[in-house]
């Protein structure tokens, strides 16, 4: 289990990143944190010409508030985000989704646009990007583009970045107010990947649900948004009964769930429910 | 005269022991807990090659050619070596059932998953691994069979053609009348459970430093050998060399639980050595290599068990049938575990007459290995959903059905039908104290109250034997030769009194190293710093085996007593000479040898000691001057087997009941194992904090077993959990608290009453932890026969038990 | 061969320069030309934990690390926890309390320990689980190891010092 021989590069600029992107010609691979990569060029089951090497990039490395938004610099780690006073107070599911990934010793060097650009469908993450409408900031060649979450993650491993991009910063939207959240998983241990995992976003006025926002992963290619829950919600007033019905309609439209030795398709759209429910409940206790 | 072993720590000559019985610290640590220890992996030798291992992606196909010119050109490679060099230099394994065996590196077919095709030796590992990307391989895809059923079928495509059949083994052991038992029980229970393939792994993988002496004609391999004699033998046998110039150098390793393995690797670094003119060459098993073919996976089962019951819950018989999944060959010893269940084949209970049909069938799956406990937590958890399906049935708590069937304490010696001898024990005190400690009246009430409101929360009792001290004869019945399972060590004091221990096995984890320290120092009134315990090569060292089937502590026990007893004599003899009295008026007690009650006539160990090697003329003309002795211990009474494969095999039973609490999430399927409470037999505890630390750590193992481990492989063979990402191991988070109690009934036959208790509670905790899980079902009318108890597989279960009710 | 890069690192105190294939991980780093094999290898993909480090005073894992991104760090590996005045209080603890049996995982407990208890010297068992959940014991069941930590928190206590050792 050794990586493959590759070039190795350790700019200092989003310039630089960017010419080096181009001068490998898609044959390069950005490192982050390393912590999807090295596994993967530890089994040689990626074989990059290069790596580029962001660790240098110091100015990528921030967690501040801006107009209404979070922003954090893509190689900010996990462990910042955790620690981060800022986003306990400003966004809490980003800090609770943060300590269900992996291990501390993981966290401390895993990085926020790692996980996003890795997208691995049973990631916290983009679950919570998604459910957050996150929004990437995108550096390439032509200058810098900004994708909303919702056409970020496209499908299974693979995001909206080109070849010659990088991603530099992602804007996640501060908690509104009377808004309650809620992230809920099922994994065969603590720290592993999810099998199935739900976060839900309630805005309740008056004891009705006036927004609702659920995003399900570990279920399919991508976060998968459960629209028809959100639409059994609105407008309704918020009690248990109504969350069991409305998370009854979880598995609806989920495309190709996957299934694998943990779990099978059946089980993961069972546990959508499941797990819905609960994260509904929650949420509406903390609205 | 006899060597004189002690069977109670109260017949050591000390008047107290300081050492042994106690919570000692171990004499391994500093080392350890430095990062100074010496593993394999931290041997670096002048010359020195890296060997990497071409493995097949495909799980049986044809070799039709192999091209490694373009490895071979590459700088860095020094040589590779394919099936050709493996005909050419090597036989076929030799642990393997007869005809079984196939070559380190095939020529013809592959028959698994990651089997060895090809292997390179280069200046490093990396580009070891670079070279095998430019091995070429033209294979011709074969039908695979991967389920060991249909590889029983006729027409079934066959893993070693030559064989003309997957079926390594078929017989059925009658042992009693176990028909007339059925035919006169008032209840038969059947059931049909699934365990699937799990294993060891060890922290450290197996690795290896070979070097093949091309003028002497002879081999030395450095590694993490559990058994390096045993490697040793098998090194011999398969390149036809010698036994005396095969040399094996076992470096302290990183556990085992049975399933280093390494065999193919050693055999194939062993080629390349050859190739290089004798060049060191290091593997170093990866760990994706050890869980797709290391020693990693064990006991792949499919059983049939029916239990016969009398109408006051008396267990009459037993009729097991079995499919063993082996894979594809012995290689790895995975067919010796099917007949280990014979040393306790119907657990602590007095069942008179059993029935074993056993099928060891070949699959296109990696050979399975050994593993802690070596094949009865398998049987030990069908037995003990029996147990509590009878019960149920019957309407008795299951606790006390279980002691109704219990081999009373005025039984023992007591020999089961299938023929193995039970030392000791008092099985009702352990169930007695267990019950207390885990306030189980309580428990059943905290359970009634949480069933009326619907949760699934379940208790588990389960009661279970270990075998301990293993014998050959144990494994007969699959072909295996020989009784008795030699233990040696030489204990040497120099001139200042000082000892040194020499034993032929590395430290794996146990704490051993500590227990020969404590022996000698309290047999010769010592501190522990007195003696230092030293690994020799099998070369040197005297015969042993090391660590396995729960044996080592007793039979380390013994070698090192009895070597302490030789020099006892002989210096009783010098002492004598010096007082001029017989050896027989000479006592050691705390380090110091005299004549009872007599003051002036003392001397103290050392300067018995020094008189030997530093006062010639002091000494009796004929005394044997060296104060060191060697003695060679093996268990006494052991048997061949008779036609019906009975045996004494195994010298010790230690007993243990385990009792858990567990709750169920019905919708998620997932487990929380609320209270785990054992009471554990294993006779004399000579390092109460070693027993304590094997209890806890094979607890874990046996929660993994039950709730987390499985290797799985689709119908293709292909391997589905190939990393630490997908075979999941118990992290910290899994294994609860745990509440541990005691009883001590010594072994009337063992070196200091102590009975074998390395592999421990695996033998119990799958049984008990899926007992737990059973009863949590109970009020859905479904049960879980399947192993893990993954929570996919127990949602689907109650899931169909919900949608039946619903629509009843 | 992919061009070579030199990279300069503080290990244990000691500054080290060399020439290092930019594929080479840094526990392979570690452990081969600088000798240090304290740090042990159990998965070279993450999940085990035998390889953890401390850079910069963090925990990592040296398998998923290159050597080249260690370039300018300082890092410590269990052979800089003892001095020649005796072990580490927790290494202390991890003998008296029977936190090891084959000790091949010990070295990445032992440094997990060493950044949660400089961080936080007196964590619930909750924050020791959740540091330790990225530890694999095959061994011990964890509970010799748990009571190590207790025994390490009241050692540290009272000799009144940092689990960590001063980077230099
Ligand atoms: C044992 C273990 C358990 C884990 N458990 C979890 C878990 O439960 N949940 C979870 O979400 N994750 C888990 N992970 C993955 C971990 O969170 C990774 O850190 C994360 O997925 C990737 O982040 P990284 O910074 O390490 O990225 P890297 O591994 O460096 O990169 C990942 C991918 O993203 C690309 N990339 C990285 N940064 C950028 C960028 N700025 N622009 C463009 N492309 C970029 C890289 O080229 C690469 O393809 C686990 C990992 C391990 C080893
Ligand atoms: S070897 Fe690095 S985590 Fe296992
Ligand atoms: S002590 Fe052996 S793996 Fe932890």
Redesign the interface.
């Known amino acids: 289990?050794?990586?493959?021989?590759?070039?190795?590069e350790?700019p200092t600029t989003i310039q630089e990143v960017v010419a080096l992107l181009q001068q490998h010609d898609g044959e390069a691979k950005i490192?982050a944190g390393?912590?999807s990569l090295?596994?993967l060029?530890?089994?040689r089951f990626a074989r990059p010409t290069a790596?580029i090497?962001l660790?240098r990039m110091t100015d990528l490395d921030y967690i501040r508030e801006e107009n209404g938004a979070i922003a954090i610099g893509a190689m900010t780690t996990k462990?910042s985000v955790e620690r981060s006073d800022l986003v306990k107070s400003r966004q809490p599911l980003l800090h609770a989704s943060t300590?269900w990934i992996?291990?501390?010793?993981?966290r401390?060097?895993g990085t926020v646009g790692g996980s996003m650009a890795q997208a691995d469908p049973a990631a916290e993450y983009p679950a919570v990007a998604v459910a957050l409408d996150a929004e990437f900031v995108i550096a390439g060649p032509d200058g810098q583009r900004s994708v909303a979450a919702s056409d970020f993650f496209i499908t299974y491993l693979t995001t909206a970045l080109k070849e010659n991009e990088v991603l530099t910063e992602i804007r996640v939207p501060v908690l509104p107010e009377r808004t309650g959240w809620s992230i809920q998983e099922v994994a065969r241990r603590?720290?592993d990947f999810a099998m199935v995992g739900a976060v839900a976003i309630l805005g309740l006025a008056g004891g009705s649900c006036e927004s609702a926002r659920v995003v399900l992963f570990g279920v399919g290619a991508t976060p998968q948004r459960a629209t028809s829950v959100e639409q059994a919600l609105i407008g309704q007033a918020a009690s248990e009964a109504l969350f069991a019905t409305a998370a009854e309609k979880a598995a609806e439209g989920l495309e190709d769930t996957i299934s694998d030795v943990h779990a099978s398709a059946e089980y993961r759209r069972h546990l959508a429910q499941v797990l819905t429910r609960r994260a509904l409940a929650e949420a509406a206790e903390r609205a | 005269m006899a060597v004189k072993i002690p069977n109670s720590i109260d017949e050591l000559p000390t008047s107290s022991p300081r050492f042994i019985g106690h919570?000692v610290?171990?004499v391994?640590?500093?080392?350890?807990?430095?990062?100074?220890?010496e593993?394999i992996?931290?041997v670096s030798m002048t010359g020195m090659l890296h060997c990497a291992i071409l493995r097949s992606p495909i799980a049986h196909a044809k070799i039709e050619k192999i091209d490694v010119s373009a490895a071979l050109d590459l700088p860095g490679v020094v040589a590779v070596v394919t099936g050709e060099d493996a005909a050419k230099w090597s036989h076929p394994a030799a642990s393997s059932p007869d005809g079984w065996g196939t070559y380190c590196l095939p020529a013809d077919k592959v028959r698994f998953v990651g089997e060895p095709v090809a292997a390179v030796a280069a200046t490093s590992r990396?580009i070891a691994e670079d070279a095998l990307e430019l091995i070429e391989i033209e294979y011709e895809p074969l039908d695979v069979v991967s389920d060991p059923v249909a590889a029983m079928e006729d027409g079934s495509p066959l893993v070693i053609e030559e064989r003309g059949s997957n079926v390594m083994l078929q017989r059925v052991f009658n042992w009693g009348d176990t028909d007339a038992a059925f035919a006169a029980a008032d209840h038969v229970f059947s059931e049909k459970f699934r365990w699937n393939r799990l294993g060891a792994?060890?922290?450290?993988?197996y690795g290896c430093i070979s070097e093949w002496d091309p003028t002497e004609l002879g081999i030395t391999v450095r590694g993490a050998f559990q058994s390096p004699s045993h490697m040793a033998l098998g090194r011999a046998m398969t390149f036809g060399l010698p036994s005396n110039k095969v040399r094996m150098i076992a470096h302290?390793?990183?556990?085992s639980?049975g399933g280093k393995g390494g065999v193919r690797g050693t055999d194939v670094s062993l080629l390349l050595s050859r190739k290089t003119g004798g060049r060191p060459i290091k593997w170093?098993e990866?760990?994706m290599e050890y869980l797709a073919a290391g020693g990693s996976q064990a006991w792949d089962r499919r059983y049939e068990f029916s239990i016969a019951v009398t109408n006051d819950g008396i267990v009459t018989g037993l009729k097991v049938k079995l499919v063993d999944d082996i894979g594809a060959n012995g290689e790895g010893f995975g067919a010796i575990s099917a007949a280990k269940p014979l040393a306790a084949f119907t657990g602590p209970y007095t069942i008179g007459a059993a029935q074993y049909d056993l099928s060891l069938v070949a699959t296109n799956k990696a050979p399975a290995s050994p593993y802690r406990g070596m094949g009865p937590p398998p049987h030990n958890f069908a037995l003990e959903q029996m147990m509590d399906i009878a019960a149920r049935s019957l309407g008795i708590d299951t606790a006390e059905f279980r002691r109704r069937n219990f081999i009373p304490k005025d039984a023992f010696p007591y020999i089961i039908p299938s023929g193995n001898e039970y030392d000791s024990g008092d099985y009702e005190a352990v169930l007695d104290k267990v019950l207390a400690l885990s306030e189980y009246e309580k428990l059943r009430e905290e359970q009634k109250l949480a069933r009326e409101q619907g949760r699934l929360v379940g208790i588990g009792v389960a009661s279970a034997i270990e075998p301990g001290v293993f014998d050959w004869n144990a494994y007969a019945v699959v072909g295996v030769q020989g009784t008795g399972v030699p233990e040696g060590a030489t204990v040497s004091i120099d001139i200042l009194g000082k000892v040194m221990v020499r034993v032929g096995f590395a430290?794996?984890?146990?704490?051993q190293y500590t227990l020969v320290t404590q022996l000698v120092a309290d047999y010769f009134g010592l501190e522990m710093e007195d003696v230092s315990v030293t690994m020799l090569d099998t070369a040197s060292a005297p015969p042993a085996f090391g660590p396995g089937g729960s044996r080592l502590g007793v039979a380390i026990t013994g070698a090192v007593l009895g070597a302490c007893d030789r020099i006892r004599v002989k210096m009783c003899k010098v002492v004598a000479g010096l007082m001029q009295t017989e050896p027989e008026n000479i006592q050691l007690m705390d380090g110091v040898f005299g004549i009872p009650g007599v003051s002036e006539a003392q001397m103290p160990m050392a300067q018995v000691a020094g008189t030997m090697l530093g006062a010639s003329h002091l000494l009796p003309p004929d005394v044997d001057p060296r104060p060191e002795a060697t003695h060679v211990w093996t268990a006494a009474g052991r048997t061949p087997v008779d036609e019906e494969g009975r045996t004494k095999s195994y010298l010790t039973a230690a007993h243990a009941v385990h009792i858990v609490l567990l709750e169920i999430d019905p919708d998620t399927g997932m487990v929380e194992i609320q209270k785990y409470v054992l009471v554990d037999d294993c006779g004399t505890r000579l390092n109460p904090?070693?027993v304590?630390?094997?209890?806890?750590?094979?607890?874990?193992?046996g929660i993994g077993a039950a709730l987390l481990e499985e290797y799985v492989y689709d119908e293709d063979g292909q391997l589905l959990t190939s990393?630490?990402?997908d075979y999941l191991?118990p992290?910290?988070?899994d294994?609860p608290?745990?509440v541990m109690g005691e009883v001590v009934t010594p072994s009337p036959f063992s070196p200091l009453g102590a009975k074998g208790c390395g592999e421990g509670a695996i033998h119990t905790t799958p049984a008990a932890v899926m007992c737990a899980i059973n009863d949590a079902l109970v009020p859905l009318g479904t049960r879980a026969n399947e192993v893990p108890a993954a929570p996919n597989r127990l949602w689907k279960l109650i899931h169909t038990a919900r949608e039946n009710t619903s629509s009843d | 061969?992919?061009?070579m890069?030199t990279v300069r690192m503080k290990v244990n105190g000691v500054t080290h320069e060399s020439e290092v294939?930019?594929?080479?991980?840094l526990v392979?780093f570690l452990?081969g030309p600088l000798a240090?094999?304290?740090?042990?290898?159990?998965?070279?993909?993450?999940?085990?934990?035998?390889c953890?480090i401390l850079v910069d005073g963090?925990?990592?894992?040296s398998?998923?690390?290159?050597a080249?991104?260690a370039?300018g760090a300082e890092i410590t590996?269990?052979?800089g926890?003892?001095t020649p005045e005796g072990?580490h209080p927790i290494?202390q603890a991890?003998?008296?309390e029977?936190g090891?049996?084959?000790?091949?995982?010990?070295?990445g407990f032992?440094m997990?320990l060493v950044?949660?208890l400089s961080e936080n010297p007196d964590p619930s068992d909750a924050e020791i689980?959740?540091?330790?959940?990225?530890?694999?014991?095959?061994?011990?069941?964890?509970?010799?190891?748990?009571k190590s930590v207790h025994s390490a928190i009241a050692k540290l206590r009272t000799a009144g010092v940092a689990a960590q050792p001063p980077l230099a």
Request: with cysteine; aromatic share 6%; net charge negative.
């Open positions: 289990m050794k990586p493959p021989p590759f070039e190795y350790a490192l390393g912590q090295m596994p060029l530890n089994m790596l090497d660790g462990r300590t992996a291990h501390p010793q993981i401390n060097r603590h720290g | 919570r610290k171990r391994e640590d500093t080392g350890l807990v430095t990062g100074r220890t593993f992996d931290n990396y792994n060890p922290i450290e993988t302290p390793h990183g556990g639980f170093i990866d760990r430290l794996e984890g146990q704490g904090a070693t304590e630390g094997q209890t806890q750590g094979s607890v874990a193992q990393t630490y990402m191991l992290t910290i988070h294994v608290a745990l | 061969m992919a061009t890069k294939e930019p594929r080479t991980t392979d452990r240090l094999t304290g740090t042990h290898v159990g998965c070279e993909h993450g999940v085990c934990g035998a953890t963090r925990t990592a894992r398998c998923l690390m290159l080249v991104q370039d590996t269990v052979e926890l003892a072990l290494q991890f003998i008296e029977h090891l049996q084959c000790g091949f995982c010990t070295p032992l997990s950044e949660l689980k959740d540091v330790l959940g990225g530890q694999i014991c095959r061994c011990t069941g964890y509970q010799s190891i748990l």
